[in-house]
């Protein structure tokens, strides 16, 4: 039962079974020192056990139908907070404390949130995500295989991704298209000692940018790559044990952070 009729553009498949609801929960670890951010949180299936286990929740919402039932069913609740907005709009890096993030996220915003909740990684503990299963795929790949790329080693980067239970898409309505799955991603308190985060971005993105390319035909030519510097650099990186005739799928974190490093020492020299 939906209490509007659902928008597919906003990412409406709204989850109906309490055994998953329970386990979304419990999987956030919860005590009332904590508070909650809840993106989209739809019809409140997740909200009110949120409330009841945290100190206090953050809903974000952006349909104005599903702020005003929210607002109806759920506004007795003391430590309950609806706003009603865009949660890629929400000024994170503000809040007063470190947050724990709970949401079944509306899929075609995963990637840019995920993002903009990194950015703010100062202000955040811990998300539980439920996530599209390819996309949960992905964020938690190990070096090697088919899944891994520039998502898994942003994301890795920044937090231990470890994904926790398969949601068959029967657990849903309207039922969509994919499974999904929930991961929970622990942040670090001191991401992998890189000089300076934005040019880790940087490297770790043009290293992927020609897939299936070496990291030599990848960075020539790349932002990351004064022009006169590239038979250095590329010597220099053989020295260290990284060969550039290797693909940037085969990288692991520590070795993406190590070649950021050498390209960071040498671009000016
Ligand atoms: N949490 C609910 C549940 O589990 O049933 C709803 C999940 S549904 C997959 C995604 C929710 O995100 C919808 O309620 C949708 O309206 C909301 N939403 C979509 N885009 C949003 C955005 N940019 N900011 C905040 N909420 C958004």
């Given at each position: 039962m939906t209490v509007v009729p659902p928008r597919k553009s906003l990412g409406?498949?709204?989850?109906?079974d309490e055994n998953i609801v329970s386990r979304i929960v419990r999987s956030a670890a919860l005590t009332k020192d904590d508070t909650v951010i809840e993106i989209?949180?739809?019809?409140?299936i997740l909200t009110r056990d949120l409330a009841e286990a945290a100190g206090s929740v953050i809903a974000i919402e952006l349909d104005e139908r599903l702020v005003r039932h929210l607002r109806e069913t759920l506004g007795g609740l003391p430590n309950l907070r609806v706003v009603s907005g865009d949660a890629l709009a929400f000024p994170y890096e503000s809040l007063p404390g470190r947050v724990k993030v709970v949401a079944n996220l509306p899929y075609y915003i995963s990637t840019p949130i995920i993002t903009k909740l990194l950015d703010a990684h100062d202000k955040i503990s811990s998300m539980i995500l439920m996530l599209q299963k390819e996309v949960a795929e992905r964020i938690t790949a190990s070096p090697g295989g088919r899944d891994y790329g520039y998502m898994s080693v942003m994301v890795q980067f920044h937090a231990q991704a470890e994904s926790l239970f398969v949601v068959p898409k029967?657990?849903?309505?309207?039922?969509?298209k994919v499974d999904s799955a929930v991961v929970r991603l622990s942040l670090r308190d001191a991401p992998a000692g890189v000089s300076d985060p934005a040019f880790f971005e940087r490297v770790v993105s043009a290293s992927f940018s020609k897939r299936r390319k070496t990291l030599k035909n990848s960075l020539k030519n790349s932002v990351v790559m004064p022009p006169d510097k590239f038979g250095l650099m590329m010597a220099r990186l053989l020295e260290a044990g990284i060969d550039p005739s290797r693909r940037a799928e085969t990288l692991s974190l520590p070795e993406f952070v190590m070649m950021t490093e050498i390209l960071f020492e040498n671009r000016g020299l």
């Amino acid at each position: 039962m939906t209490v509007v009729p659902p928008r597919k553009s906003l990412g409406q498949n709204f989850l109906t079974d309490e055994n998953i609801v329970s386990r979304i929960v419990r999987s956030a670890a919860l005590t009332k020192d904590d508070t909650v951010i809840e993106i989209g949180p739809g019809q409140g299936i997740l909200t009110r056990d949120l409330a009841e286990a945290a100190g206090s929740v953050i809903a974000i919402e952006l349909d104005e139908r599903l702020v005003r039932h929210l607002r109806e069913t759920l506004g007795g609740l003391p430590n309950l907070r609806v706003v009603s907005g865009d949660a890629l709009a929400f000024p994170y890096e503000s809040l007063p404390g470190r947050v724990k993030v709970v949401a079944n996220l509306p899929y075609y915003i995963s990637t840019p949130i995920i993002t903009k909740l990194l950015d703010a990684h100062d202000k955040i503990s811990s998300m539980i995500l439920m996530l599209q299963k390819e996309v949960a795929e992905r964020i938690t790949a190990s070096p090697g295989g088919r899944d891994y790329g520039y998502m898994s080693v942003m994301v890795q980067f920044h937090a231990q991704a470890e994904s926790l239970f398969v949601v068959p898409k029967q657990a849903f309505t309207p039922i969509p298209k994919v499974d999904s799955a929930v991961v929970r991603l622990s942040l670090r308190d001191a991401p992998a000692g890189v000089s300076d985060p934005a040019f880790f971005e940087r490297v770790v993105s043009a290293s992927f940018s020609k897939r299936r390319k070496t990291l030599k035909n990848s960075l020539k030519n790349s932002v990351v790559m004064p022009p006169d510097k590239f038979g250095l650099m590329m010597a220099r990186l053989l020295e260290a044990g990284i060969d550039p005739s290797r693909r940037a799928e085969t990288l692991s974190l520590p070795e993406f952070v190590m070649m950021t490093e050498i390209l960071f020492e040498n671009r000016g020299l």
